[in-house]
């Protein structure tokens, strides 16, 4: 079995960084269009501001610009040849996927839920809703040590009855260590992908019946 590691965090970095640029840069040229529109309200007739120097600055903001666009692209190119989008991320369907997040699909009567604790903890306790946010079942988990555990529901409700499968639910933890201080658990969920599309400019993997964004995935094995 092998391993491969989706390496979104410097993409993601880059994007955020070019995103910023472009968004200083606007302010700046407004703020530099304000106080030239002031500078030749308020410039001497008899010794009108040279012409050249403001055209210069124009002409370099322009190329700022340019050339943080060039780069949005390039990273968009390098988004895709690293697994981003519809194209690189069918590549996944039919391995097995790991992303962050927090909800599964009840299936053959049971969902797994994955978690992290940071430390041990001296309880756990589990709550899972439903698609429109009702509560079906809170109880304990029994996976205290710290490190990777998992959390398997039986399916049932808090009367005992037995939900559908098919059902996408979530999973929320809430984790006190031996002293009552709380202990933060980050959650994840695993599954065979099984199809990948494109909703509103985002790509989003079915793993294990769920939908995921691909930007939320860490690992995949085959």
């Known amino acids: 079995m092998t391993t491969q590691a989706i390496g979104t965090t410097t993409s993601t970095a880059a994007t955020s960084t070019i995103n910023s640029g472009l968004s200083g840069l606007a302010t700046n040229y407004q703020t530099f269009l304000s106080l030239l529109t002031t500078q030749l309200q308020n410039q001497d007739p008899t010794s009108p501001m040279d012409t050249n120097q403001f055209t210069q600055q124009l ?30 991320a069918v590549g996944l369907i039919g391995k097995t996927v790991t992303s962050t997040g927090n909800t599964a699909v009840l299936s053959g ?7 992290t604790l940071p430390s041990a903890a001296a309880s756990v306790n589990v709550s899972i809703a439903d698609s429109n ?34 059902g996408v639910y979530t999973v929320t933890l809430t984790a006190t260590n031996a002293s009552g201080a709380p202990v933060t ?3 994840s969920s695993s599954g065979v992908a099984t199809a990948v599309q494109e909703v509103n400019g985002q790509t989003l993997v079915t793993v294990g019946g769920a939908k995921v ?10």
């Open 59 to 88: 002409t370099q903001m322009t190329g700022v610009e340019q050339q943080l666009l060039s780069n949005q692209l390039l990273q968009q190119l390098v988004n895709q040849n690293q697994g981003g989008g519809i194209t690189g």
């Open 109 to 115: 009567g049971t969902a797994t839920f994955n978690y």
């Open 133 to 166: 946010n009702n509560v079906v079942w809170t109880g304990p988990a029994t996976g205290l040590t710290a490190g990777a555990q998992s959390f398997t529901w039986n399916g049932q409700n808090q009367s005992g009855q037995k939900q559908a499968d098919g």
């Open 185 to 187: 658990p980050t959650t």
């Open 213 to 222: 964004p691909l930007t939320s995935v860490t690992g995949v094995s085959g």
